[in-house]
């Protein structure tokens, strides 16, 4: 089977794998996460998270089309289900997004997408698409993401000839909405559960925790973080493979063969600061970033072997800045 790069919801994975880790690990540095024990609370700020990484994703993964070696049609919604939430939070998912199993629910519909021009809103139960009926599943049992996954795969094969008829439940109502899809760089991006406050790519997926989605304090911060590990997919450093570890290795080869010393990380940067520029979000906001980030962290204040500091990370970003800033004030494209 091809590995055809495909959009899952950035919800599914945040889900389960919240039910996975339950209520034990609490994330120690993202306090929107693990704000009180209640139920609704947890499940509010997790789909909160998830909605704004999505959003932030989807205007970086449109802008960013024509330099992604993959590509895909896409609505730039981000859905969840009903059966992915542990069975603690299950029960507060259905009532506040209606949920139903394992039909796909639209979580987020960015403004801009063509889910949004399609008049898709957070709340929508997706029944069928172009015709062919979604799975309900069953609404019992452990959390899993397969029955999404399965409806998932109908919905993108709707999509991949660009336009795409679905089947809504709105509250009472049952709707008919067409969407017309975007190119959009073909990358799944999962919000993954965890305090550690990191962000990776492994080729067909961007990952960021909820630690570090939570400690970005704008969307253009979360675009400086998601806009680097996106580089890393433009400039081919990371390559899919089946076998687990291969992405890392790849990044380990690439780091040699560019002479060390964070070559890159440094181009990721640079090329990632672009990205989120051109998706039109505020360069400027990267260098003040990377110093907030090291002043939070130690393990990033002073340099490591094969790592910048976050100082000269900074400083190298305020170049890249100034960059931008040069070829806009002469109306040339922004190519890094
Ligand atoms: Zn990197």
């Known amino acids: ?46 789909t909160d998270l998830d909605e704004r990484v999505a959003r932030v994703a989807w205007r970086l993964s449109e802008a960013n089309a024509a330099l992604c070696p993959a590509v895909r049609q896409s609505a730039g919604w981000a859905l969840h289900s009903a059966k992915q939430y542990s069975e603690d939070l299950r029960p507060h998912a259905t009532e506040r997004f209606g949920l139903r199993g394992d039909l796909p629910g639209v979580l987020s519909s960015p403004t801009g997408s063509p889910a949004a021009a399609a008049g898709f809103q957070p709340g929508d139960l997706l029944l069928a698409a172009d015709g062919r009926p979604l799975a309900p599943g069953d609404h019992a049992g452990a959390p899993s993401w397969d029955g999404l996954g399965r409806n998932l795969r109908v919905v993108d094969e709707a999509l991949a000839d660009g336009g795409a008829r679905f089947r809504v439940q709105r509250g009472a109502q049952t709707l008919e909405l067409a969407v017309q899809a975007e190119h959009a760089c073909g990358y799944d991006v999962q919000l993954n559960p965890s305090d550690e406050l990191n962000a990776r790519a492994d080729g067909r997926r961007l990952f960021i925790s909820t630690a570090l989605a939570g400690f970005a304090a704008s969307d253009d911060e979360l675009a400086v973080i998601l806009g680097h590990e996106l580089a890393h997919h433009v400039l081919r450093h990371r390559h899919w493979s089946e076998a687990g570890g291969a992405a890392r290795q790849t990044n380990d080869e690439a780091w040699v063969t560019q002479g060390g010393g964070g070559g890159a990380e440094q181009q990721a940067d640079r090329v990632g600061l672009y990205l989120s520029a051109r998706a039109g979000y505020d360069p400027a906001a990267a260098a003040p970033f990377w110093r907030r980030f090291g002043e939070s962290n130690w393990r990033v204040r002073f340099p490591q072997i094969g790592h910048a500091s976050a100082g000269s990370r900074a400083r190298a970003l305020e170049g890249v800045q100034r960059e931008i800033e040069a070829k806009r004030a002469a109306g040339e494209e922004l190519l890094p």
Not at 22 to 27: D, K
Not at 30 to 46: E, Q
């Open 1 to 46: 089977m091809a590995p055809a790069p495909r959009l899952l919801s950035v919800a599914v994975t945040a889900a389960l794998a919240a039910a996975l880790v339950g209520c034990s690990q609490t994330p120690a540095s993202a306090p929107s996460v693990s704000a009180g024990n209640d139920a609704a609370l947890r499940l509010s700020a997790l």
